[in-house]
């Protein structure tokens, strides 16, 4: 309880202040606009649709090329988890290549597909597929060989032993990096819809920049804030929730 | 031969027959003296560690008759673990081989489920979920698969916790579920790797008495791994006794004390005696070779 007083005192503080120095007016309206503006563009924004139609198109594009890479990485993960030649050769390069921020990947993306959904999606993939395959790594590694051996011992082999045992098992492992995979592939989603994609929230943010609207762009800006927090905290935190009643992680309440 | 796999009848009329178990069946074990369950021929296992070759097991020959309780008895790190494994299936031999009703085995398979030491528990399964594993492995239909691990559920006296995670169980409990799990896809053969060894005094009484109830409902060959003698003399048929590196088989003891028994009865008492000189010479021979290594 104390906690939410907390919270609900520090963000008034924070609207507070903001509405202050936006009445001083040390700066025109349309570069530090007051709160009330952008809420009102946040209410018009919805209300002509064209949020609604931004959201749908991040949210479908996120939701293949996040798809792709758990896909992609997991299937990476085992096999460099089991093949001691991919974990030498393959995995070196996927850990250097962690270095390399996502958006570096646009141009290739371009020249390869052209100003097309096939290179933001190439970019979604390669923002975000290195940290699911890493963390399927370690998951597959690090988890108890008794469970592949009971199994086994039962009867489980193949595609059976992988959907029953190992991916369950390495789940709580895998999970932090479907974690960041996904935080990543938000990211690099916005990243790259601001530099050309027609449509999306990040085209939505460099068109307030374009037309000089401060406010649309700091609505957009909370609400690619509250969709990666609104995800995080109902799909993951729930999913990790159960994870550890059901291990035992924490003590279940 | 058959015979030994449907003895659920005096269970059943406890429990409620299930529909898969003849309930015409006679209440008692039948030992099938023809032909051996398990058999073990000239058994070898060698380990390469870091440039040394390790004699692990050494040409054993062993046989088991259907419906038998064998317990295999040696110094730690004498190899008896390994050679469940070998019979599970899930590692293979130097040279030898391991038949099962005369075939031999190559690969793991339902007819022989081996209980590890840790168990082995998959923690995000649920208690019911967790014995009906193997059912569903081989492809059993849910129905059925749910009367069955509510049979075994009962059989262990774990329904009450059929919803419950692993990690609320006790140790005990936890020992029931991997128990259940194992009957559940109703194996010939039972391996068990010493099952009770973490457990304290009282639960292991308990589970003593109630594994000898169910082996005796069932009729299961059981082969049973632990380095506690009395343990061995308390539920064996037959004990065989291991030497230490390389594994082989010392001595084999017939266990002639009339069931149901007690860990505290003189005979097993005396039984196990007989077996723990043998077993101390083994046990001696062990340490002495691990203070050689040591200057």
Redesign the interface.
Known sequence: MKSVARQTAFYALILGVWFLIARLRIWPPYLFPPPQAVLQALWAGFADHSFWIAIAVSMKRIAIGYALSVVIGIVLGLGMATSKFLEQTLGGLMVSLQSLPSICWLPMAVLWFGLSEKAILFVVVMGSVLSVTISMETGRKQM?K??A??G??????GL?LFL??LF??S?PYLLTGLKQGWAFAWRSLIAGEMIFVSLGLGQLLMMGRDLNDMSQVIAVMILIIAIGFLIDGLVFSSIERR?Q????LTP?T | MTASFRPFASMSDVLGAPAWVSAAAPAQRVVDEAISKVCLQDITLRYKTNGSELLALDRINLQVKAGEFLCIVGPSGCGKSTLLHLI?G?QQPTSGTVLIDGQPVHA???DR??I?Q????????TVAQNVE??V???GIPRAERKLKAGYYLRLVQLSQFAES????LSGGMRQRVALA?ALA?EPDVLLMDEPFAALDAQTRDLLHDELERIWEETGRTIIFVTHNVREAARLGDRVALFTFRPGRIKREILVEVPRPRQMEDVNVTQCAKGILDDLREEINKSLEQEYKLRP
């Open positions: 108890p008794i469970y051996m009971a086994r011992n039962l009867g489980a082999h059976k029953f045992v369950p098992a789940l994870l009643c059901k291990w035992g279940a | 599970a899930l793991p398979g339902t489920i081996l590890f840790e168990l082995g528990l998959f923690p995000w399964l594993f193997g569903k492995m081989k995670c692993i990690h609320q799990r896809t």
